[in-house]
């Protein structure tokens, strides 16, 4: 363990890799403090860059466009009262408050600073957790990984809000997706069309990107009214003097919001936003003036942006050990990993694998050291790319998408791939299904699969000895309890909130 933390810190610590997670975190920062463009987004358009990387390099890259794409979020909802990223909601709860009344700077260097407590509190978490994690997976067989593959489905209920069948149909999409190539048992083509750049499945990357950045792009396309006026706010702007005292205001709300946003990051599907509104509340108990938040409390800035922070380290655990991205960015990060030959579980934490995957778990804690210094001293400057109009930065985006999906294979059907899937995500959005259990669909309906058959084939092809074996053996059951209120808890909060609302 020791050997493997001191590769990490020298690999991390290479002046390219230092490049890279500086250069990651300000792209992260930018996306995060434009409305509409989300840290998913800036992670899915730099897979195809991160390619031609070292592995170490490439995946540095996204962790410091991962942390630094979920703190920009907090800029614009300080400034304009216009979240960036959805868990920076509740940052402009008091953040906006301060900034009316003068004190934007102190609510941008509080909010960098919660920040990068709860991201390095993340950081030591993953960086602990996930080995021991890693090693129990090895205990997984065919059917603990088919029954882990339906519990990662069953996130879908809890990703879907309010309108769980449209979740629903959006992860049977995402499975029919999956289902793309050749069968993995008798090697028939399913869905391919005559096409024989779909032999080998449904390129993740260029699939990825589509549903979540070109998407994005025509949504922004069409919405030419996006540029949002922050002068006023930045004239607000004062001269606020940095003080020690800034970087350790709220000790106890950054550990205690930092270890909220970590357990819900590792809950899978629960999200930065539950975070962040965990942590709003966890800061409001804390508080020496809970009544004064929601009119401008500084420590009401600090307890969301921990939390949400927080979310980042806690959402890889269960992505890097056992193959279930924790929300969508995480699920995206794991197309990342898959891309550059790595597989979660078990052989991310082995001698091999080591000198890429600890270098990547150290980017995160030097990814949240150059947000802190970023958001202390730059912040107004990353505020001031909203003033540009939305369909100007959208052709700029879609260049670097084409090449970046070009670039991963070289080849043009990855392209077309892309903009087809782009076309359906947008009409998805536009039809109010949410495209993230598209992609748990499209990435664990073959484990599910290859899981079951597998299974099969162990059990002489007896389907009756098959599910057999999926309640009798231990893990197997508790994950199939985990699966079962997984599914109800999300049913029963819409059905209690529908007879409230009717009361």
């Known amino acids: 363990m020791i050997e493997n933390i001191v590769i990490g810190i020298t690999v991390a610590c290479q002046p390219v890799n ?3 997670v500086i250069a990651g975190t300000v792209l992260g920062i930018v996306f995060g403090a434009l409305p509409g463009l989300t840290a998913t987004m800036g992670v899915a358009v730099l897979i195809p860059i991160s390619y031609g990387m070292n592995p170490a390099t490439g995946l540095i890259l996204l962790a410091g466009i991962y942390c630094g794409g979920i703190y920009g979020g907090s800029i614009s909802a300080i400034l304009i009262n216009t979240p960036g990223t959805p868990s920076a909601a509740a940052t402009g709860w008091d953040g906006h408050p301060m900034a009316r009344k003068g004190h934007a700077k102190e609510a941008l260097i509080e909010a960098a600073v919660a920040s990068h407590w709860g991201g390095q509190v993340s950081a030591l978490a993953l960086l602990f957790i996930a080995p021991p994690l890693a090693a129990f997976s090895l205990r997984f067989g065919p059917q603990e990984s088919f029954m882990m593959g339906v519990f990662g489905l069953t996130i879908i209920a809890s990703l879907s809000g309010k309108d769980i069948l449209k979740g629903l149909i959006s992860g049977a999409l995402g ?19 005559g096409q024989m750049s779909l032999l080998t499945g ?17 949504t922004m396309v069409v919405d030419k009214t996006g540029t949002v006026n922050i002068d006023s706010s930045l004239s607000k ?17 950054y550990a205690l919001c930092g270890i909220i946003g970590t357990i819900v990051g590792i809950i899978p599907a629960a999200g930065g936003s539950i975070g962040a509104f965990m942590g709003y509340d966890a800061a409001r108990r804390l508080s020496k003036t809970p009544e004064e938040f929601g009119k401008g409390c500084r420590d009401g800035v600090a307890g969301p942006e921990a939390a949400n922070n927080a979310v980042t380290g806690g959402s890889l655990i269960p992505m890097l050990t056992l193959g279930i991205p924790g929300n969508a960015v995480s699920a995206i990060m794991m197309g990342a990993f898959m891309l550059h030959g790595m597989i979660p579980g078990h052989e991310l934490f082995s001698a091999a694998r080591a000198p890429v995957t600890y270098p990547f778990i150290m980017g995160f804690f030097l ?47 990855d392209v077309y791939i892309m903009m087809i ?25 073959p484990i599910v699969e290859r899981g079951f058959m597998r299974t099969l084939i162990i059990n002489r092809g007896s389907v009756g000895a098959a599910m057999l074996s999926f309640v009798t053996r ?20 819409a059905l209690k909130a529908k007879k409230t609302a009717k009361a």
Request: hydrophobic fraction near 55%; proline fraction near 7%; glycine fraction near 8%.
């Open 18 to 20: 230092l490049m890279a």
């Open 175 to 193: 499975m029919l997706l999956g289902s793309v190539g050749m069968d993995p048992q008798y090697g028939f083509t399913r869905y391919t069309f």
């Open 202 to 218: 449904m390129p993740l990357v260029p699939a990825l990107v589509g549903l979540f950045s070109i998407s994005q792009i025509l």
């Open 237 to 253: 702007v004062n001269r606020y003097k940095l003080s020690f005292r800034d970087l350790v205001m709220y000790p106890k709300t």
């Open 367 to 413: 990814a949240n050291i150059t947000l802190l210094t970023c958001g202390v001293f730059a912040s107004e400057q990353f505020a001031k790319v909203n003033r540009i109009p939305q369909h100007f930065l959208a052709p700029g985006i879609l260049v670097l998408t084409v090449i970046g999906a070009l670039a991963v294979n070289n080849s043009y059907p």
């Open 421 to 445: 899937m782009g076309v359906v995500g947008y009409f998805l959005r536009c039809m109010n299904y949410d495209v993230s259990p598209v992609v748990l669909g499209f990435i664990l309906g």
């Open 474 to 493: 231990p893990i197997c059951i508790v994950l199939l309890v985990l699966s079962i209120l997984s599914v109800v808890a999300p049913v029963y909060a």
